[in-house]
Structures are given as C-alpha cells and as structure tokens.
C-alpha cells in the first residue's frame, strides 16, 4: 500500500493534498465530508474499503496538476482507447493512466510534472474533446477540473483509484489500457484488486512537462483550424460552424493566458523579470522562465 500511495503523490497529488470522504451514493460525483490533509493511513482505509476519498484536483491558488477525462458509458472503450493512442501517437505526450469507475464507466488520469493554472489545463480539455471526442454526449462524458462555478463544488474533486464505489460495492482500478474493451459489460473489479500490481501500473508513467503541455495544445489548435476550414470547404455548415465557435473560443482564451498583468513602466530588464516572476496571472511556465533568467543578477 505505501508504494502504490507514493506512485499516487509522484503522479497526481499535491503536497498536502487535501481530500474529503464521498458521501455520495446516487452518482459519481463527490459530495464532500469531513476532509484535511491526506496521509498514508487515511488512504490505507481507501484502499481497503472502508471509506471512498474524494481528490481536490485545484489547489487554493488555483492551479492544477491532474486532469481526468471521466467516461460515464461502459460502451465508450472505443472512444477510451483512441483518446489513449491519441496522446502518444498524434501529441507526442506520455501515456495517461486508465481506470474502470467501479460504475459504469473508465478515467483517464493525464500527470503533470508541474501544476498549471486550471484554466490552462480546461483549455487543453476543451482541445482533446474538439478534435477527439466530438460524438461524445455532455451527460456521457465529464473533464475535471472543469471551469463551470454552478457546480465547482463537485467538477474540482475527483474519486481517489483504487476504492469500492458506494453505489454499486464494485472496485474501481488502474487497469492495462489494451484491456478495456473486456469491460463493456462490467467496468469495474468485483474484489479489491493487489495494490502492489497497481502500483506496478503507475510505475511505468511519466508526467507530461509544461513545455510539451504547451506545444500539444498548439498542436490541437492547428488541427481545430484545418478541421473548421475543411468543413466550410465540404459544405458541412452545421459541423463547420460548432468546431468554429469552438476554437474561437479556445483561441481567446490561450491568448488571455499569455497576457501579463505587469504594466509596461520597466526601465531595465531585470524589473521587468521580477514583474512576471511575481504576476500570480501569468502560468507557471512563464514564471519560472523569469526565475531562470534572474539568476545570473543573484548567484
């Protein structure tokens, strides 16, 4: 269990994590309990059944450093394992981690080497959908942590893996990604599955950086534009114009996330460096690029 519970912090969890007991038997969403600072023995008692924990994947300065991609429809593998090959073979990312719900559905758990602002890391959401998961309902499909204040309470948490769901007894677990379509008629485990093989799973992935972060979503805003142009070329109105308002959409908002809020009254440039090492506005990328470039003026 200790091992499965450091790939858990190396992959997905802040240091001092906080979570909340799911109180929620009627859907899969998180209905937060009595919570604090996640530790070894409380998901001990996840990890044997005792409680089902649920993750904020925010953390209160806002910034992200796990996404989920939450598949409610046991028959979605399809959709599951295209999104998978997608990020290896199209983005160039490394492989995300695969989960059964425990319900009826999968997870893909994406890893981030450092935490994003959550607005960066919905735009990217938003990018994967558009281009891979264009078919897929919004009542069958969740992206977490999603920017929508009706529901923050519930889109910012997520259900810590491995855990027996409340609503059905069933276990949720990591699973080999080649085997999901053995779930289509169960996407769950009916016993606790060996931490220690899941651990094993979690070995093998790696955490996508910021830089390849960025340059995937340049890469699925490329592919957005061409698709928006092809429609119109085809005549296929409709399509062209939703994938068109789409990328609009996420256009603006990634260039509202590369503007400064650090005025222009900078004489030299390292005042100006300072500025942005200190904008809690820019993203972390940008920041610790500053950071970089001033040490030389403090070494």
């Known amino acids: 269990m200790d091992k499965l519970f450091a790939e858990l912090q190396r992959l997905y969890l802040f240091p001092g994590q906080d979570w909340c007991i799911n109180n929620s038997e009627a859907s899969d ?33 806002g910034m992200a450093r796990a996404m989920v991609v939450d598949f409610k429809k046991a028959t979605d593998s399809e959709q599951v394992a295209k999104l998978y090959q997608a990020f290896q073979n199209d983005l160039d ?28 890391a919905h735009i990217f959401l938003q990018a994967l959908r558009l281009k891979y998961l264009p078919d897929v309902t919004d009542a069958n499909l969740c992206l977490r942590p999603k920017i929508d204040n009706s529901t923050a309470a519930t889109q910012d948490r997520i259900e810590l893996a491995p855990a027996r769901h409340l609503a ?15 779930f289509i008629d169960g996407p769950w485990l009916e016993m ?19 830089v390849e972060l960025e340059r995937a979503l340049t890469v699925l805003q490329a592919k957005t534009e061409q698709e928006v142009s092809d429609g119109v070329s085809s005549g296929d ?58 040490l030389p003026y403090f070494s």
Not at 196 to 209: E, G, H, M, N, Y
């Open 168 to 182: 059905t007894g069933k276990w949720s677990a990591f699973i080999d990604p080649s085997m999901v379509s053995m």
């Open 192 to 210: 606790a599955p060996n931490m220690d093989k899941q651990a094993d799973i979690l070995t093998r992935l790696v955490s996508i950086k910021t």
């Open 29 to 61: 969403e998180v209905a937060a309990s009595v919570g604090g600072v996640l530790t070894p023995e409380i998901v001990a008692n996840c990890f044997s059944g005792e409680v089902t924990l649920g993750l904020n994947l925010v953390s209160a300065d």
């Open 93 to 120: 990312l490394p492989a995300p981690a695969v989960s059964v719900s425990g319900n009826t559905g999968y997870r893909l758990w994406v890893s981030l080497v450092e935490p994003v602002p959550v607005e960066q």
């Open 237 to 294: 109105e409709s399509a062209s114009k939703q994938r068109e308002a789409i990328s609009n959409s996420l256009s603006g908002a990634a260039h509202t996330r590369s503007e400064l809020n650090v005025g222009n009254n900078y004489s030299d440039p390292q005042s100006f460096l300072l500025a942005v090492m200190n904008d809690s506005s820019a993203d972390a990328h940008q920041r610790i690029r500053a950071a970089k470039a001033l």
